[in-house]
């Protein structure tokens, strides 16, 4: 279609759309006109239905049928419904096609046979959005964010389209699509309200891309329209951090609490989570992911401050910041090693801070290499130090390659002693120490004149040791002497505890003086 086709197509809707009911113009529509239809999902709230043939005028493509479950919720509001099919045609044809291309916005109030508002027609999603489940061949399911919120095997599995966890370019894509239609609405006093990992529906290709679904629940900023809440998303604001992580009970929502939903859906889609994980709130996971821009953005957007947060659209020249550094070659912005002294054998640690980076090939002294394949902006890598010298870093992508060396890296050689010389301890003769070893053989029940296979009794082979023991080393029969006179003494007190006169006896030599008498001490 040509632009002043298009300008005229546009005209024509607009002036059907300033009358109060217009079925023509595809304002409303009775369900029964509908024709026939096919059950594709839903959720607690609507269920939804592919119809087979019919249109809405300027609309080009299929349609679903979104029917409400119990119209007489109180989060449904027939009028808030029309004002929302309106805004569409009040948009200028940028701003409309912007929107056409990233939300299923509700085209028409679907009205019963009474008159009252049962639903509303909105584009059907195009084919990437969706998959083919594992288990059930031959049907169809939405391709929703939870499969890029949860471990990227848990898609595997199921048969959804996997997004590595090192694949920003797919995952920040999708994220900045979200915030393009978040900014539109809030700049139109629209609180999309419901936003989490089931609003938004991704397809991959050479290019990622995003649909918003859901949006037949938005409301307008000041109304005090209760909107949905999901499980986990809730701001904390109405509720407190506690309750907000578990509640769906419906709210009046903001501007605000829509900021808060999408930077928790940034959080988990950039930092994809383990079991268990999927709801979490903490800033710090992103730490390695994004700069300190990025991840001072989160704790803003999930601190209790609602008047802090980053809007959708800082959050969208953050992201496409982000973007355009990986469409570039990567920056290696610091190698920082420590310690840069260490012993042969201690750990070294390396932290590598980089952007746009998809692979890191680090080269230790020696010629060994680690090869990462990495997304973050901070990789750490702990070795082994076996040599001294530079570490040589290299960061590729598609469209670049980049190399550093690392300040030198000190490793000091542990020297190996050959012998320990052991002091031989000297034992006065005087003592009447004996080298008796027959008590021992007996109580160990060895027969020294036994020979062994291995060539000799026991006492022969350890004589046979011994000689080969360096000269100062102490004799084993000198220890196992000693050892079996310190038992015999602590079974003969009389022996560890001598008279006087022994002891002195013993000392004296043979036929040498005597004592003096008061030297003697008195008799016992």
């Known amino acids: 279609m040509s632009e002043s086709e298009e300008h005229e197509s546009v005209g024509r809707h607009e002036s059907a759309a300033a009358r109060p009911v217009s079925r023509a113009a595809g304002i409303r529509v009775r369900e029964a006109d509908l024709g026939a239809s096919t059950p594709i999902g839903g959720g607690p709230a609507t269920e939804v239905h592919r119809l087979d043939s019919f249109t809405v005028p300027g609309h080009r493509g299929g349609l679903a049928f979104v029917r409400f479950r119990d119209v007489e919720a109180p989060f449904w509001n027939s009028a808030t419904l029309a004002r929302l099919v309106a805004l569409r045609w009040a948009l200028d044809a940028g701003d409309r096609a912007t929107l056409d291309g990233v939300a299923a916005w509700p085209l028409a109030v679907v009205e019963g046979d009474d008159g009252a508002a049962v639903g509303c027609l909105v584009p059907l999603a195009a084919h990437p959005f969706y998959f083919v489940p594992a288990e059930e061949r031959g049907s169809k399911s939405p391709q929703h964010a939870r499969w890029l919120v949860s471990a990227p095997k848990r898609a595997r599995r199921a048969g959804a389209a996997p997004v590595s966890e090192r694949d920003l370019l797919t995952r920040i894509t999708v994220l900045a699509r979200v915030c393009v239609l978040v900014e539109l609405l809030h700049r139109n006093d629209v609180v999309f309200g419901d936003l989490s990992e089931r609003s938004v529906l991704y397809g991959v290709g050479e290019v990622a891309t995003a649909f918003v679904v859901g949006c037949e629940g938005a409301a307008f900023a000041g109304d005090e329209t209760l909107q949905r809440n999901s499980a986990g998303w809730a701001a904390p604001e109405a509720y407190g951090e506690a309750d907000a992580a578990l509640t769906t009970t419906p709210s009046v929502q903001t501007v605000a609490t829509d900021r808060y939903k999408l930077a928790l859906l940034i959080l988990r889609v950039l930092a994809p989570a383990g079991e268990g994980l999927e709801r979490s709130r903490d800033p710090e996971r992103l730490r390695t992911v994004l700069d300190a821009t990025g991840v001072q953005l989160m704790t803003d957007a999930l601190a209790d401050d609602p008047a802090h947060r980053p809007t959708a659209a800082e959050w969208y020249g953050y992201l496409r910041g982000v973007l355009l550094e990986n469409l570039a070659a990567p920056v290696i912005r610091s190698v920082e090693v420590s310690p840069a002294l260490v012993a042969e054998g201690d750990e070294v640690r390396l932290e590598i801070s980089v952007s746009g980076a998809q692979q890191v090939t680090i080269e230790l002294p020696g010629r060994a290499f680690i090869t990462r394949e990495v997304s973050r902006r901070v990789v750490s890598e702990r070795f082994t130090a076996r040599q001294s010298g530079r570490i040589s870093v290299r960061a590729r992508n598609a469209h670049g390659e980049v190399e550093v060396l690392s300040d030198p890296v000190r490793v000091l050689p542990v020297p ?49 040791l011994r000689a080969r023991l360096d000269a100062d080393a102490m004799p084993l029969n000198d220890v196992l002497r000693i050892g079996l006179e310190a038992e015999r003494a602590s079974r003969d007190h009389a022996a560890l505890f001598p008279s006087f006169e022994r002891f002195l006896g013993e000392l004296l030599p043979p036929g040498g003086p005597s004592l003096p008498p008061e030297a003697r001490g008195p008799r016992t």
């Open 416 to 464: 190996t002693p050959g012998r320990l010389p052991v002091a031989t301890v000297e034992v006065p003769g005087s003592l009447g120490v004996l080298p008796d070893l027959a008590p021992l053989q007996a109580g160990l029940g060895i027969a020294s004149g036994a020979e062994s296979d291995a060539g000799g009794s026991p006492y022969e082979r350890m004589a046979a």
